[in-house]
């Protein structure tokens, strides 16, 4: 597509967002304001955590990255810097928990990786994340190996695909490029079948007792599927496939890949002509039918979940693969989802406009045709008509509360909050010049 020239009110309307948000103590009485704290069933909505990708500081440096990998004589780096140091002292006194992207070690390496303008600085700070991946990822495994699949061991939010996908950056550590193996043959094994209640089912079956709620525990009894990007196969999918395409395989990766997208394809749906859908889960009792579901049970169309998520995952498996069918299942059906998106109310990442628009560019990139450059400008338009200009950070999220109440939420992370948004709005003006969208499986 075209690219906006550097002047343009979306990028100065990034840059506004970006100023706003140098200030730290502000950030943190805006987020932390009362109405911002909301629960979605039994799931509460975190507005902020300092150390975390998804609502905290690794995201804000990204912006900071990608805007002086563009504007390097604007003094972005200095505030990337200010907010980094930040980080290292917040995890000094809080310390890690976690390798994962979204609430971990992964995502501060990758924010880090983004400020370090390919590796001239903050390689200490990296190293020393690396060694807490080190040191932590192998138990998990090996804990793993162990018990049945919980949807966090293996998805790109707090698991091995997230994890990897960061990995896949590190080109020349020994130890990084062995962990990342051992990584992905964790994904192999992970389709190999297992046996559930009588019935041969793949690997990354989730019990009842590990679904996220109780809700979903009693609406599973026997357990379920999960076909989001966020949580569920794709995510694997764009993770082997990645590595593929960047010459790194273990035995049965191209297996497990095929295995996975049969899987997605077997059990969507043909609303009209080729057009498929996707529900977020499948049941075990409609494994055991054999076919797809008989109703469209719709939730959204985004990258968390959704036909564009999974579409991403097809085609990355499609170029992967080397196998043209498959990149046209995903581009047609890409295709069709964005002439008629539904349940999107958002401009942020995770469930919003934003994660749909990195999502067509990553498409186009992935097959080197100009799919979805009017497309594009349509979703940059309805990006913009969520601006509000009187409130300090640009663009709320936007969530749906029980009675479809919709309201507005102060949030600055990157999955649903501005920072999102502005990276995302970078990306679609000028291009992405670092490597953030790795957290999106990009």
Known sequence: MERGTVSGIEVEIVKEMARQISNYDKVLEIVNQKDNFRSIGEVPLIPWKS??????????????????????????????????????NEIKEKGLHTPSMFSGAAGIGLAAVCLSQRF???????????????ETVPQLLADFEQRQVYMSDY???????????????IQEDKAMEDLLIDMLTYLVRLTEDITVDGETVPGWHIPSQHQFTDIEKKAYPNGNFN???AHGIPGPICVLSSALMQGIEVKGQE??????????????????????????????????????????????????????????????????????????????????????????????????????G?????????????????????????????????????????????????VPLQYVGLLDGAVGVGLGMLNMELGSKTDWTKALLI
Request: hydrophobic letters at 40%.
């Open 155 to 169: 998805d790109v939010i707090e698991g091995v695909s997230g994890i990897a996908s960061y990995l896949l950056l």
């Open 227 to 229: 076909m989001g990007l």
């Open 120 to 134: 001239t600085y903050y390689n200490g700070l990296i190293s020393s994340i690396n060694d807490y991946l080190a």
């Open 358 to 406: 990195q999502i067509m560019l990553a498409v186009n990139q992935l097959t080197g045709q100009e799919y979805f450059k009017e497309e594009l400008q349509e979703i940059k338009q309805k990006i913009m008509s969520f601006y509000d200009k009187d409130y300090i950070f640009g663009f709320h999220n936007y969530e749906s509360m029980e009675g479809d109440e919709v």
């Open 51 to 88: 150390t975390a990708l998804s609502h905290g500081i690794p995201g804000i440096c990204m912006l900071y990255a990608e805007l002086h990998a563009h504007f390097p004589e604007e003094g972005w780096d200095d505030l990337g810097h200010q907010y980094l140091s930040i980080l290292v």
């Open 255 to 356: 297996r497990a890949i095929e295995k996975m997208v049969d899987f997605l394809l077997r059990f969507s749906e043909k609303e009209e002509q080729d057009r498929l859908f996707w529900k977020g889960i499948i049941s075990f009792e409609e494994y055991q039918n054999g076919s797809p579901p008989n109703a469209v049970n719709f939730s959204r169309d985004a990258w968390c979940y959704g036909r564009p998520g999974v579409c991403l995952a097809i085609v990355k498996a499609g170029k992967a693969l080397q196998n043209p069918e498959l990149l046209n299942i995903g581009v047609q059906n890409l295709r069709y989802t964005i002439s008629d998106i539904k349940g999107i109310y958002s401009p942020t990442v995770c469930h919003g406009y934003s994660g749909i």
